[in-house]
Every structure is written in structure tokens, then in C-alpha cells.
């Protein structure tokens, strides 16, 4: 059983920043890909950031430019820097992760809060 577990979530006053945290643990796996996806009440879930194997990102128009996603491969953990926060970035973050280059995601996180104030 694969775990994926987020932290880094909380309140921040608009331009402000946070760093969300995802560790991976459980039966060994190596993942071909790790992602962000977020959540707001009422909408539904949308794609955030990405990162590689290889080290390529890959970034939604929306966060582009104000978020920054990176990792460790040895560790199964990425990082999402959040920086230029703006209120339409409240929602609830999940981290994800594919053995696959292609298709879905295997595995979800339970996910992490980030509300940003006005």
C-alpha cells in the first residue's frame, strides 16, 4: 500500500507565501510522475503542477510564474512553493502520484487546506 501524506497548508493574508510538502511512503514504488491538484468548495478538482522522474514540470496557466514544484526522487516527496498567494488560491491541495508517463493518477493524498485571506 502506497501513502501519500501533505503538510505546509494553512492561512496566509493575500501575497503572501506557503510550501506544501508530500512524503510517499509504503510497499516501494517509484513513481514516473507527482503532482498538485486543488480543490474549492463548490468546483471541481483541478490540475495544479507536475513533476517528472526526469525532472520536467509542467505548470497550469493559473499558478504559472507564482508557484514553484520540486523534488526528491530518492525520498518520494515533492514540494510545491506558493508564493504571490491571491485569494482564488483558497481550496484544499492533494498531491498525487502515476507509475506511468501517460493517463491517470494511482495514488491521492488526503489532502491540505490553504485558505489565503483578502
Known amino acids: 500500500q502506497v501513502q501519500l501524506v501533505e503538510s505546509g497548508g494553512g492561512l496566509v493574508q493575500a501575497g503572501g507565501s506557503l510550501r506544501l510538502s508530500c512524503a510517499g511512503s509504503?510497499?516501494?514504488?517509484?513513481?514516473?510522475?507527482m503532482g498538485w491538484f486543488r480543490q474549492a468548495p463548490g468546483k471541481e478538482r483541478e490540475f495544479v503542477s507536475a513533476?517528472?522522474?526526469?525532472?520536467?514540470?509542467t505548470y497550469s496557466n493559473s499558478v504559472k510564474g507564482r508557484f514553484t514544484i520540486s523534488g526528491d526522487g530518492a525520498k518520494n516527496t515533492i514540494y510545491l512553493q506558493m508564493d504571490s498567494l491571491k485569494p482564488e488560491d483558497t481550496a484544499v491541495y492533494y498531491c498525487?502520484?502515476?507509475?506511468?508517463?501517460?493517463?491517470?493518477?494511482?495514488?491521492w493524498g488526503q489532502g491540505t487546506q490553504v485558505t489565503v485571506s483578502s
Open positions: 513533476i517528472r522522474r526526469s525532472g520536467g514540470t
Open positions: 498525487a502520484a502515476a507509475v506511468s508517463l501517460t493517463g491517470g493518477y494511482d495514488y
Open positions: 509504503g510497499r516501494t514504488f517509484s513513481a514516473a510522475r
